[in-house]
């Protein structure tokens, strides 16, 4: 892949400046583009880790992803001046380092904006009940003279049968940017096909998901209703099936940013104490991490554990009051500057199969830093996840979800079909965003019944993607009788 290829500054919606007084470039104007989005707003009633919490110290979608922006521009900066300086690549040019660090940092503040209320359990949600509901749920097919009720899932080819069973936030964050942000026009954002290319995680569709293969397909990236976005993104940036290099970099900062921020959230909510990450540290090091300070060939591993214990005794040899919460604060940094490294070093040493796209891992995998970094995710997860308090949650959110989701499947069947709606289902549909109907026309026209059946169900998440955490509580409680 060819850097001058890869940072394609054009945009699906071609447009021409008038005059020559704005002086950003186009990364630039995408970041301007971003900020002041109503999308990228509600990302600050969506929660990173605790669904509906009122505390005024948790993340939020929009905490974290300011976060990951900052993490992702940091490794864009490090990065390119180590191509630069190593003469990696001759079409890798000095001004490049700006234009990956602008890119990098739009994607960031995009990399959740697809993603549904209550976190990722959402997304989990929406996958489980389509999987009851396509079977389940019936319908009399306009399109056919006779027929009778016909289980939705007939209705539907394998490919956008497949869209709602593997529904991923990544892909609605796509959809999101390209068409349901009705800024100007049909085009979303309209932003630039560089920024597009990096925030598409997995180049695959939902027929080609392969878990156990290279990580580009591990997941969806696209949805059939977005096939000609997604190709015409890949084109332009010369991807051929590949994912985008600066799409590592994205990951990377994306899981340094969560699962260190999960530890600490986990700690101010008096989920994880001092005691218990040092010890449950120590119970995970192994052999090969277990070296004696002295042997001076001890593992970023153990260093890590080493210097938690030493920022705790710091704080008592201060008399601090809460040598914890001194030591985890500090820490939680060293070793995020220590994952950034690692991530930075690790795509520098794999450069080559990187623009060659035969990388098929993760960068934090294949370094010294990827037991550290795998630890503090299996400690969020026994911690939290699975804590009481979160699965209580999460049951509620499931019933939030597909109770919103089981009213407006129902209320959209029939919808800009000529046939008549019920009048509750007339009045579920005026609650739709008319940005989101009017989307659903502009490329529901000339189609066929059974694709406008399927842009139907795709309005329905759509919408319900769009909501907020308190949004779809709010909704689900008035829906059920609750004013």
């Not at 990956?100 to 993603?115: K, P, Q, R």
């Not at 005026?430 to 406008?452: A, C, D, F």
């Amino acid at each position: 892949m060819d850097w001058q290829t890869l940072l394609c500054p054009d945009r699906i919606r071609s447009y021409h400046s008038k005059g020559t007084s704005d002086l950003r470039s186009e990364y630039e104007k995408d970041y301007h583009r971003i900020i002041g989005s109503a999308s990228f707003r509600r990302l600050q009633d969506k929660t990173q880790v605790f669904p509906l919490d009122q505390s005024d110290f948790v993340r939020t979608r929009l905490t974290h992803s300011l976060e990951v922006s900052s993490f992702a521009k940091s490794l864009g900066q490090s990065v390119g001046r180590a191509i630069l300086r190593d003469a990696k690549d001759p079409s890798f040019h000095p001004d490049n380092q700006t234009d990956i660090c602008d890119i990098l940092s739009c994607a960031g503040l995009l990399h959740d904006i697809g993603n549904p209320p209550f976190g990722h359990f959402g997304e989990t949600s929406i996958r489980t009940f389509f999987q009851e509901a396509l079977p389940r749920i019936t319908y009399v097919p306009e399109w056919t003279q006779g027929s009778g009720p016909v289980p939705l899932e007939k209705l539907l080819t394998d490919a956008q049968k497949a869209d709602f069973l593997h529904f991923e936030g990544n892909a609605q964050a796509l959809r999101v940017v390209t068409k349901l942000h009705y800024l100007v026009d049909e085009h979303g954002m309209n932003l630039t096909k560089a920024l597009l290319a990096t925030i598409i995680k997995y180049p695959v569709s939902s027929l080609e998901i392969d878990p156990s293969g290279p990580i580009r397909a591990h997941k969806m990236g696209y949805f059939q209703a977005d096939r000609e976005v997604f190709s015409d993104v890949e084109t332009s940036c010369g991807l051929d099936g590949r994912r985008h290099p600066l799409t590592y970099l994205l990951e990377a900062a994306d899981d340094i940013a969560y699962h260190t921020a999960d530890i600490e959230d986990a700690y101010r909510k008096g989920f994880l104490t001092y005691h218990q990450l040092r010890d449950e540290l120590e119970a995970r090091c192994g052999a090969e991490d277990a070296a004696e300070p002295a042997s001076g060939s001890q593992s970023l591993y153990r260093q890590a554990i080493e210097d938690l214990k030493h920022r705790y005794q710091k704080g008592v040899d201060r008399g601090m009051s809460r040598p914890d919460n001194y030591a985890i604060q500090n820490w939680l940094i060293r070793v995020q500057t220590e994952l950034l490294h690692a991530a930075q070093e690790s795509f520098i040493t794999h450069y080559d199969e990187i623009l060659d796209g035969s990388f098929g891992t993760e960068l934090l995998e294949v370094t010294g830093a990827g037991k550290l970094n795998d630890v503090l995710g299996e400690l969020a997860n026994d911690h939290v996840f699975q804590s009481s308090t979160i699965i209580h949650i999460e049951v509620a959110a499931d019933s939030i979800l597909k109770g919103l989701l089981e009213r407006f499947t129902a209320a959209v069947l029939d919808y800009d079909t000529g046939r008549e709606l019920t009048p509750y289902n007339r009045r579920l549909m005026t609650l739709v965003s008319e940005n989101y109907r009017t989307i659903y026309q502009i490329y529901s026209s000339g189609r066929s019944p059974q694709e406008k059946l399927y842009l139907r169900l795709m309005l329905v998440t759509d919408y319900v993607c769009g909501m907020t955490d308190s949004y779809a509580q709010s909704l689900y409680w008035k829906l059920n009788g609750r004013i």
